[in-house]
């Protein structure tokens, strides 16, 4: 016994020394530190954190601010649009790209090279060009039309979609090249087949290509949902929140309560809040993806 | 025999039909889409170029009359956040400052991490790697505040090497995964060979596995660095205002409510930020595509 244990211990020393960084990451900052803001959520810590425990008082305090229940009701019309948007435009543009076109690559590099810059840049130029005095109202109303009206930045109802607008614009090019690299992986005698039996191109994306293409979907799909709850330099540098609070997201409460407004306490509650809203989409995604395979 | 004639009978050269229509179709929707992406670009390019006055009048998407210079000027060496005056040219270097020691240690880091998970499987070890991968999921707003506190135990909060460890925490998911997968796909007669041979850990890393996964590291290289010159969050809240990255200056000089807002110098500021990325996007190409598509398929 007493030699057995160091044996096993002292197996492949180097690589677990090697492993240590990783080791440590994942126990002490994701574990340690995931479980450390779900505890002190549930403290009463303002300035800095104190274990003085108060139960749920801070969810309820969250629950009844009217800007955290605004940031959620826009990330959730930010995350379905995005959501249905993106996979709809990445999918037309994939399928577009996948014709045996010519300059594919020009295309695609144009198509994707907004993800290569940052949400604040994102953010910043189409601040600039949604801006009602210089931007595409003016233009629009320069070219003769008057009336024309499209300010979406300084409308509290709309402002969340002109934030959509610069999203779509950065991350549709990823989903793209996400889509094709699905439609690449698949048997070309489909496609052979399906002209065989004289199949429109189009019902055979629908009725074959789609079905065929769900795990690149659902992991698509897992990618944006779990990109859109950590929205925030998007909504900082084109809005910053505002008109009034009208375009608050969670990301940006969490950030404000614990760095500016010097209530932790909210800021935990609220950043946990955004954990479980992940893990709702994660959990069953990992399930289904990887839950059968490690066995095989 | 009957069967197999009637699935003959359609192959042969495929009937020539008038395609034209379709290409015209097919190019045309591409063309426009690829003008609309294109658009902010040139926007950003355009403003930047002309004078406040020309801008005051005339339409963000005409080509500026007067080609300027000025506000590329001003926006790298004069623009002002809050007191300070130093323009862009400050966030700059701090974001070279950052970014390059953040790539290497955080490739170094999870090459090895891959490495040992891909040849050296010990016991656990697939539990940490599973909790390094959900890791990556989680909302950085969960673990913003407890690194916040574990830095200032070790007296780097404030300062660039603390964000440079923080970079390299979170950069750590998704490249030990690329690595990870990336030596499982090496043959693994060649890591047998070398340790019947007697080489040991870190001989087959060295002379091994490095000289092999050239391309690999360079994919990971471009994934780093967009990324971390691209972050706003782990900037804002790790670092004092003099060690601001890039992003973060940018942001502050555009959306400063202070004084007369220059939209040229503004957007002459908003294409320096991005150039960096862009040039790295635009010289790697599909090694590019290649970073994402291992960084977006996590799992």
Same mark, same amino acid.
């Not at chain 1, 404000?256 to 407004?261: A, H, I, N, S, V």
């Not at chain 2, 495929?14 to 190019?27: E, T």
């Not at chain 2, 200056?249 to 007369?260: A, E, K, P, R």
């Given at each position: 016994m007493?030699?057995?244990?160091?044996?096993?211990?002292?197996?492949?020393?180097?690589?677990?020394?090697?492993?240590?960084p990783?080791?440590?990451?994942?126990?002490?900052?994701f574990?340690?530190?995931?479980?450390?803001?779900?505890?002190?959520?549930?403290?009463?810590?303002?300035?800095?954190?104190?274990?003085?425990?108060?139960?749920?008082?801070?969810?309820?305090?969250?629950?009844?601010?009217?800007?955290w229940?605004?940031?959620?009701?826009?990330?959730?019309?930010?995350?379905?649009?995005?959501?249905?948007?993106?996979?709809?435009i990445?999918? $037309?543009?994939a399928?577009?790209?996948?014709?045996?076109?010519?300059?594919?690559?020009?295309?695609?590099?144009?198509?994707?090279?907004?993800?290569?810059?940052?949400?604040?840049?994102? %953010?910043l130029?189409?601040?600039?060009?949604?801006?009602?005095?210089?931007?595409?109202?003016?233009v629009?109303?320069?070219a003769?039309?008057?009336?024309?009206s499209?300010?979406?930045?300084?409308?509290?109802?709309?402002?969340?979609y002109?934030?959509?607008?610069?999203g779509?614009?950065?991350?549709?090019?990823?989903?793209m090249v996400?889509?094709?690299?699905?439609m690449?992986?698949?048997?070309?005698?489909?496609?052979?087949?399906?002209?065989?039996?004289?199949?429109?191109?189009?019902?055979?994306?629908?009725?074959?290509?789609?079905?065929?293409?769900?795990?690149?979907?659902?992991?698509?799909?897992?990618?944006?949902?779990?990109?859109?709850?950590?929205?925030?330099?998007?909504?900082?540098?084109?809005? %910053?929140?505002?008109p009034?609070?009208s375009?608050?997201?969670?990301?940006?409460?969490?950030?404000?309560?614990?760095?500016?407004?010097?209530?932790?306490?909210?800021?935990?509650?609220?950043?946990?809040?955004? $954990?479980?809203?992940?893990?709702?989409?994660?959990i069953?995604?990992?399930?289904?993806?990887?839950g059968?395979?490690?066995?095989? | *025999?009957?069967?197999?004639?009637?699935?003959?009978?359609?192959?042969?050269?495929?009937?020539?039909?008038?395609?034209?229509?379709?290409?015209?179709?097919?190019?045309?929707?591409?063309?426009?889409?690829?003008?609309?992406?294109?658009?902010?670009?040139?926007?950003?390019?355009?403003?930047?170029?002309?004078?406040?006055?020309?801008?005051?009048?005339?339409?963000?998407?005409?080509?500026? *009359?007067?080609?300027?210079?000025?506000?590329?000027?001003?926006?790298?060496?004069?623009?002002?956040?809050?007191?300070?005056?130093?323009?862009?040219?400050?966030?700059?270097?701090?974001?070279?400052?950052?970014?390059?020691?953040?790539?290497?240690?955080?490739?170094?880091?999870?090459?090895?991490?891959?490495y040992?998970?891909?040849?050296?499987?010990?016991?656990?070890?697939?539990?940490?790697?599973?909790?390094?991968?959900?890791?990556?999921?989680?909302?950085?707003?969960? *673990?913003?505040?407890?690194?916040?506190?574990?830095?200032?135990?070790?007296?780097?909060?404030?300062?660039?090497?603390?964000?440079?460890?923080?970079?390299?925490?979170?950069?750590?998911?998704?490249?030990?995964?690329?690595?990870?997968?990336?030596?499982?796909?090496?043959?693994?007669?060649?890591?047998?060979?070398?340790?019947?041979?007697?080489?040991?850990?870190?001989?087959i890393?060295?002379?091994?596995?490095?000289?092999?996964?050239?391309?690999?590291?360079?994919?990971?290289?471009?994934?780093?660095?967009?990324?971390?010159?691209?972050?706003?969050?782990?900037?804002?809240?790790?670092?004092?205002?003099?060690?601001?990255?890039?992003?973060?200056?940018?942001?502050?000089?555009?959306?400063?409510?202070?004084?007369?807002?220059?939209?040229?110098?503004n957007?002459?500021?908003?294409?320096?930020?991005?150039?960096?990325?862009?040039?790295?996007?635009?010289?790697?190409?599909?090694?590019?595509?290649?970073?994402?598509?291992?960084?977006?398929?996590?799992?």
């Amino acid at each position: 016994m007493q030699n057995a244990r160091p044996n096993q211990l002292f197996r492949n020393m180097t690589a677990k020394i090697a492993a240590i960084p990783m080791i440590l990451t994942a126990l002490c900052v994701f574990v340690g530190g995931t479980v450390w803001t779900i505890v002190y959520s549930f403290t009463s810590s303002k300035l800095l954190p104190r274990a003085k425990f108060v139960g749920f008082d801070q969810y309820e305090r969250l629950w009844s601010t009217s800007r955290w229940t605004v940031s959620l009701e826009n990330l959730f019309i930010y995350g379905l649009c995005s959501l249905v948007l993106s996979l709809i435009i990445g999918f $037309l543009l994939a399928s577009l790209l996948d014709q045996k076109i010519r300059f594919e690559n020009t295309f695609r590099s144009i198509l994707l090279y907004p993800f290569a810059l940052s949400f604040i840049v994102t %953010g910043l130029v189409w601040q600039w060009i949604l801006n009602p005095e210089f931007g595409v109202q003016s233009v629009v109303r320069g070219a003769g039309w008057i009336g024309f009206s499209f300010n979406p930045l300084y409308d509290s109802e709309l402002v969340i979609y002109g934030v959509l607008i610069a999203g779509l614009w950065q991350g549709s090019g990823l989903i793209m090249v996400l889509m094709l690299a699905g439609m690449r992986g698949i048997d070309q005698d489909i496609w052979k087949a399906s002209r065989v039996d004289g199949i429109p191109m189009w019902k055979t994306y629908i009725l074959i290509i789609i079905p065929m293409m769900r795990p690149v979907f659902i992991t698509t799909l897992v990618i944006i949902a779990s990109g859109i709850v950590k929205v925030y330099d998007l909504v900082v540098a084109q809005t %910053g929140g505002g008109p009034g609070i009208s375009s608050e997201v969670p990301a940006k409460y969490v950030y404000d309560y614990m760095f500016q407004g010097q209530n932790l306490g909210q800021g935990f509650a609220a950043s946990t809040m955004m $954990l479980l809203a992940v893990l709702i989409v994660v959990i069953p995604w990992a399930y289904l993806e990887f839950g059968s395979k490690n066995r095989g | *025999m009957d069967k197999v004639n009637r699935l003959e009978g359609p192959a042969g050269p495929r009937p020539k039909k008038a395609f034209s229509g379709r290409n015209i179709m097919l190019y045309g929707t591409l063309i426009m889409v690829s003008l609309y992406y294109l658009l902010p670009l040139y926007v950003m390019v355009v403003t930047s170029l002309k004078g406040m006055p020309e801008i005051r009048l005339g339409n963000i998407f005409s080509p500026p *009359m007067e080609v300027t210079f000025k506000p590329w000027v001003k926006a790298w060496s004069e623009a002002c956040t809050g007191l300070n005056c130093e323009g862009l040219s400050r966030g700059f270097w701090n974001s070279v400052r950052i970014t390059v020691p953040s790539v290497i240690i955080s490739i170094a880091i999870a090459s090895v991490n891959g490495y040992a998970l891909a040849n050296w499987r010990f016991k656990g070890a697939d539990i940490f790697f599973t909790i390094l991968i959900f890791g990556a999921f989680i909302p950085y707003q969960v *673990m913003l505040y407890p690194i916040v506190i574990l830095l200032r135990e070790i007296g780097l909060y404030g300062g660039l090497p603390g964000l440079v460890i923080v970079h390299s925490i979170f950069g750590m998911p998704i490249l030990t995964l690329l690595f990870r997968n990336y030596f499982s796909s090496l043959p693994e007669e060649l890591f047998k060979a070398a340790r019947v041979d007697g080489a040991r850990f870190w001989g087959i890393y060295f002379r091994i596995m490095l000289p092999m996964s050239l391309p690999i590291f360079v994919v990971a290289m471009i994934l780093q660095v967009t990324g971390i010159w691209n972050d706003f969050l782990f900037g804002v809240v790790y670092t004092r205002p003099e060690y601001y990255p890039m992003t973060v200056q940018l942001n502050n000089i555009v959306n400063s409510v202070q004084g007369v807002k220059e939209y040229n110098v503004n957007m002459a500021a908003t294409i320096l930020t991005g150039l960096v990325p862009l040039v790295i996007y635009f010289v790697s190409g599909k090694l590019f595509v290649r970073g994402i598509a291992a960084g977006a398929v996590k799992g």
